[in-house]
C-alpha cells in the first residue's frame, strides 16, 4: 500500500460529516500502510473516478481489485454507492487527537 503524496507520516486529518459519528471533521487519525485491511475496518482510500482524492470509509467487503467502502453517515457521504470500488491506501489505527482512543472494527 502506498502513502499519498506529500505526506511523508501516518497521520491524516479528517475533513467533512461523512463518518459522524466516528470521526469528525478536525480528527487526526494515524494510518498503517502494510496492514491488509478487513470488513469494518476504518480506510484510506482513493477512488480512479478522483485520483486527486483521498478519503476515510468504512471497508464494507472486496470488490474485485479494490473494495466497497461506506461513510458511517450515509446521508452526508460519497462513497462506493456512488463511485464505485475504491482503492485501499492504509488501515487506520486509531484517533490521535482530539482525544486519543482506538477504533476498533465495526461489523455490519
Do not use: C, I
Request: charged content about 25%.
Amino acid at each position: 500500500m502506498a502513502r499519498p503524496e506529500g505526506n511523508p507520516l501516518p497521520l491524516v486529518r479528517v475533513v467533512g460529516p461523512s463518518m459522524v459519528p466516528t470521526l469528525r471533521t478536525g480528527d487526526v487519525v494515524v494510518v498503517g500502510y502494510r496492514r491488509a485491511p478487513r470488513p469494518g475496518d476504518l480506510v484510506l482510500v482513493r477512488w480512479p473516478a478522483r485520483p486527486d482524492q483521498v478519503s476515510v470509509k468504512r471497508a464494507v467487503r472486496a470488490d474485485g481489485d479494490g473494495w466497497h467502502v461506506e461513510g458511517d453517515n450515509p446521508f452526508a457521504s460519497t462513497d462506493s454507492r456512488t463511485l464505485g470500488p475504491a482503492v485501499v491506501l492504509g488501515v487506520v489505527r486509531f484517533r490521535l487527537w482530539p482525544r486519543p482512543r482506538p477504533l476498533g472494527r465495526r461489523r455490519r
